[in-house]
């Protein structure tokens, strides 16, 4: 369960659409790819946060399970029904897809709670997300951009919210979000383009053969 940070001097991108919206899906595919395609030189990996013990915070599961089955071929996925990314494993977890990705790009996926007129919404946005805050806890910032529904109303008794989530709104969620990674899924290159003879060597060797080349 997230909530989303706010960043001052710097332009944010975000887009919020109802699960009931018509076009929903394809606003959301149009938004992601623009904000994606830029980075295909590197590896799109998707963290799905949260756990299938309380019914508000299984959204991030319910999209990692749906996604893993889907073949996808440009993102990692991390985070299932089986296999949850979570509070209690989060560092851990981050650990272990930095190494497994260095050149990673990653995309977000949580629950969060907000205001009564909100619920409903799925939103997409640059920069990280705080998974943890919504309920005070204190985890490590996560993604490059994130995605976030909008499960329940927040602001007091968060864990009894939570755990009084209709399933219903959280799985027409978790459908929305998967078919959005799907569809982009589709649009995207097949595999990572590769790195330009420039982007592999490290700033020493450049400076060094700059230096070396000067008259």
Known sequence: MSTNPRFF????VSLRVHIEEDRAVEKLVEQLKQMIEIYHRREFVIICIG?????????????GSKLESANLKRFHVYGTLESPVHAVNLTDRLQEIHGNHPRRFIIAIDACLGQSSSVGKVSLSSGPLKPGAAVNKQLPEVGDIHMTG???????????????TRLHTVMTMADM?????????????????PPTLFETLKPSVFMKANKETQF
């Open 150 to 164: 909008i499960v329940n109303i927040g602001g007091m008794m968060e864990y009894f919210v939570l755990q009084n």
């Open 51 to 63: 756990t299938d013990r309380s019914t508000g915070d299984s959204l991030g599961p319910l999209v």
């Open 9 to 12: 001097g710097k332009k944010q």
């Open 177 to 193: 979000i998967a078919k959005t990674i799907t569809q982009t899924d589709s649009l995207l290159p097949d595999r990572p383009v």
